[in-house]
Nanobody
Framework: QVQVVESGGGLVQPGGSLRLSCAAS????????MGWFRQAPGKQRELVAV???????NYADSVRGRFTISRDNAKNTVYLQMNSLKPEDTAVYYC??????????????WGQGTQVTVSS
């Protein structure tokens, strides 16, 4: 089993910044990719940013240039630096971990979610 723990959400004013963190632990053979999805009230969960490493990541068009994902592979941790936040970024943010638990067993694990609210 793999445990995924997020932190760093909160309330911020428009134009402000927040940094989310996510650490994976447990039965990890190798992490293929880590990243973030979000879900706003009444909407489907959507990709924010996912990458196999800090230099190779996919971003949603709505956050590209404002959000940056980075990974610390030694700590099985991923970060999401969110700048120039907008009210439409308000959502529950979920950490996504695509992991091999053995040489040929690959699964997706999710964190419990952390609330990000952008409001004045």
């Amino acid at each position: 089993q793999v445990q995924v723990v997020e932190s760093g959400g909160g309330l911020v004013q428009p134009g402000g910044s927040l940094r989310l963190s996510c650490a994976a632990s447990g039965n990890i053979f190798r992490i293929f990719a880590m990243g973030w999805f979000r879900q706003a009230p009444g909407k489907q969960r959507e990709l924010v940013a996912v990458g196999i490493n800090s230099d190779n990541a996919n971003y949603a068009d709505s956050v590209r240039g404002r959000f940056t994902i980075s990974r610390d592979n030694a700590k099985n941790t991923v970060y999401l630096q969110m700048n120039s936040l907008k009210p439409e970024d308000t959502a529950v943010y979920y950490c996504h971990v695509d992991v091999y638990t053995s040489i040929n067993t690959r699964n997706i694990y999710w964190g419990q979610g952390t609330q990000v609210t952008v409001s004045s």
